[in-house]
């Protein structure tokens, strides 16, 4: 006789099978849910990729015709020079525009007549009418560019920006490629040649070698993009996934919201918007008194650049131009900087004669020509009201000692003076100080800071200074806080000083105003003794 379920028994199984059921149907629909999450997450990437690539394409086109509207006779002529320039600043996928002859440059927007060769092409469209170079190194330490010929014109495109939208999410690699010849023409990260190959539909999501990848194909272009990233990496979508199945489902729709969110902003990268701030002409400048520690007056002011964007968010200056460096796009700050202080030079002249300004000039400056022709172009258009100019050099950019000492001999020889920033903190040793012909030495804060202090580096400030007496170079100071510092400095002979205690970064009005009040108090008290 079998034996009786009791009732307790029969209800406790009966109870048990109503929470299975569910929950292993919900476990069946997470893995349904969780491949598709994991097949848009992948997707997303591949389509903003593909986007982003088919954007510089327009742009690259919309370039094309205006530079191949040139007259042959004149291509690098002052007006084929400034619309290549025009060009430059309006495009926000472009690092430049140039004149293609051969294997080179004739003329461009960044290099002006000066020819840059570009090597031949490695690529071939199918009717012939565009070249394109992948690997292209247009200065020294410069990284490699990608080069677009269509016709006699040329364009440079940073091969990292349609990829550096992204958040760096470790495993996660990137690529556009040739849909024809399924060949990479810019990458980020580590992709197999075999996923290339397995581009044969317009949109296809792959799960192999321990990979998720998308493909996708441009409808317009005959050009796809990659997106793979390593199963390991992935997020954990099976748990927001089962999270969309639980009465607290609420919860998952904020996070995904806040992901969403996360991912629009991410869709423009710094450089790119740094780009469009040149454009909208968000970039100013301020001027930062330096003062002589012997009198405590103004006699010069080193100018900055501040970044206030259309919505009134300041971008840090550590923020914009670390990204721009790294982006290869410095040199176009340098340019602005310029040319905003060019548009200041009627203020000038209500300054002293021997007022003196000082502009600060990055590694990528230092290999360029157009950089010694912008400042021959400043100084010849500033005179007679800018006579007194000073460029500071850091330290990272006189690691080539030999492309130093040229750049500089070239600055020298317009009249300008030049001083190492920042000494002490980069990579320069004490005999390069001694080969190159400077005029100032530049005293850390960080040395500033340290003085009167147990700090080890309280020391290095004196022995900077007895360096520069024995070169017989000048002294100045940065980021004096206080007038003890101040002090300090003056006994121990610096020559000028520049900091919080003398005044913050100032519009170029609130600096005449300072100079006028400063020269008026002086000549007052000169007339009264």
């Known amino acids: 006789m079998r034996p009786k379920i009791g009732l307790k028994t029969a209800t406790i ?9 569910p929950v292993a149907t919900a476990l069946i629909l997470v893995d349904r849910q969780e491949t598709r999450a994991e097949d848009a997450y992948i997707l997303q990437y591949a389509r903003s990729v593909l986007a982003r690539s088919e954007r510089s394409a327009d742009q690259i086109d919309a370039a094309a015709r205006e530079i191949n509207a040139i007259p042959p006779a004149s291509p690098c002529s002052d007006d084929a020079l400034r619309l290549m320039q025009r060009l430059d600043l309006r495009s926000t ?15 461009s927007s960044f290099a002006g007549r000066t020819p840059v060769p570009i090597g031949k092409p490695d690529l071939v469209t199918r009717n012939g009418g565009v070249l394109v170079r992948t690997h292209v190194r247009l200065f020294p330490h410069d990284p490699d560019y990608l080069v677009i010929v269509t016709g006699r014109a040329a364009a440079v495109v940073h091969k990292q920006l349609t990829l550096s939208f992204v958040e760096r999410v470790p495993g996660l690699a990137l690529s556009t490629f040739e849909w024809r010849t399924k060949r990479p023409l810019t990458q980020m990260g580590e992709l197999d040649p075999a996923w290339f190959r397995a581009a044969v539909t317009h949109e296809r999501v792959l799960r192999q070698d321990g990979h998720l990848i998308a493909v996708v194909r441009s409808q317009r272009r005959d050009m796809g993009a ?15 996934a089962s999270v969309i199945l639980l009465p607290i489902g609420l919860v998952t729709g ?3 919201a806040v992901l969403m969110i996360h991912v629009v902003r991410s869709r423009l990268s710094l ?16 001027f930062q008194p330096v003062v002589d520690l012997a009198t405590g007056r103004i006699v010069a002011a080193e100018v900055l650049m501040r970044w206030r964007r259309h919505d009134g968010e300041i971008v840090p200056p550590d923020v914009f131009i670390t990204a721009a460096e790294d982006a290869g796009m410095i040199r176009l700050l340098t340019a602005r900087l310029i040319e905003r202080l060019r548009e200041d030079v009627g203020a000038f002249s209500a300054l002293p004669a021997d007022f003196a300004f000082a502009i600060n000039l990055s590694a990528d400056d230092l290999h360029t020509p157009a950089t010694v022709e912008a400042l021959r172009r400043l100084l010849r258009d500033a005179e007679p009201g800018l006579q007194n100019l000073v460029v500071e050099l850091t330290e990272r950019s006189l690691v080539d000692v030999e492309q130093a000492r040229s750049v500089i001999e070239q600055i020298r020889s317009l009249g300008v003076r030049v001083a190492i920033d920042d000494f002490g903190t980069g990579y320069c040793s004490l005999s390069y100080i001694a080969q190159l012909k400077v005029d100032f030495i530049k005293i850390d804060k960080l040395f500033v800071h340290a003085l009167g202090t147990d700090s080890p580096t309280s020391s290095v400030a004196g022995l900077v200074i007895e360096l520069a007496r024995d070169l017989d170079l000048h002294t100045v100071a940065e980021g004096i806080e206080t007038e003890e510092q101040a002090g300090m400095l003056r006994s121990l002979g610096v020559d000028f000083g520049q900091g919080w205690v003398f005044g913050a970064p100032m519009t170029l009005e609130d600096l005449l105003v300072q100079v006028r009040a400063e020269r008026t108090a002086i000549l007052h008290k000169a007339v009264a003794a």
């Open 93 to 107: 996928m472009l690092q430049g525009v140039g004149y293609a002859e051969g294997d080179e440059l004739l003329c």
């Open 13 to 21: 199984l009966v109870a048990c099978l109503c929470m299975i059921v």
């Open 226 to 240: 990659i997106a793979a990233l390593s199963t390991a990496s992935t997020p954990d979508l099976a748990w927001q």
């Open 254 to 256: 904020v996070v995904f």
């Open 271 to 286: 450089p790119s918007l740094i780009q469009i701030g040149l454009r909208r002409n968000e970039f100013s400048l301020v």
